[in-house]
């Protein structure tokens, strides 16, 4: 495997959600969608991928879904945090998670 260069590197940012138990399939696919539309509204975000938990090991802790952005500097997710589009996410989420885990690192 090849090394990365520094220009290489990518700021990864991670969001996990579990959802409360007497939130509906409907809400939570509209913070689906709402998610997912976020990167034709932020041009900070370089990459984006989502999926839904699949794992056999059970140590999930109630964590469901995984959002996935890439951006290339500090500044860029900095500038994604504040966002008008990332804030009226956060109201379509309202109080339907239980749990939310979010990761930021720097690729090795």
């Not at 495997?1 to 399939?25: C, N």
């Not at 539309?37 to 999926?51: D, F, S, V």
């Given at each position: 495997?090849?090394?990365?260069?520094?220009?290489?590197?990518?700021?990864?940012?991670?969001?996990?959600?579990?959802?409360?138990?007497d939130?509906?399939p409907?809400q939570?696919?509209?913070?689906?969608?709402?998610?997912?539309?976020?990167p034709?509204q932020?041009?900070?975000?370089k990459?984006?991928?989502w999926?839904?938990d699949?794992?056999?090991?059970?140590?999930q802790?109630?964590?469901?879904?995984?959002?996935?952005?890439?951006?290339?500097?500090?500044a860029?997710r900095?500038?994604?945090?504040?966002?008008?589009?990332?804030?009226?996410?956060g109201?379509?989420?309202?109080?339907?998670?239980s749990?939310?885990?979010?990761?930021?690192?720097?690729?090795?």
């Amino acid at each position: 495997m090849a090394q990365q260069t520094q220009t290489e590197k990518v700021l990864r940012h991670v969001v996990l959600f579990g959802f409360k138990p007497d939130v509906t399939p409907a809400q939570i696919e509209e913070v689906e969608t709402a998610f997912s539309q976020l990167p034709a509204q932020i041009e900070e975000i370089k990459a984006y991928e989502w999926g839904t938990d699949c794992s056999p090991e059970g140590l999930q802790q109630g964590l469901t879904h995984c959002f996935f952005l890439t951006f290339h500097s500090d500044a860029d997710r900095d500038a994604y945090l504040i966002h008008p589009a990332h804030k009226a996410f956060g109201q379509v989420l309202g109080d339907k998670a239980s749990a939310v885990t979010v990761v930021d690192y720097w690729t090795k």
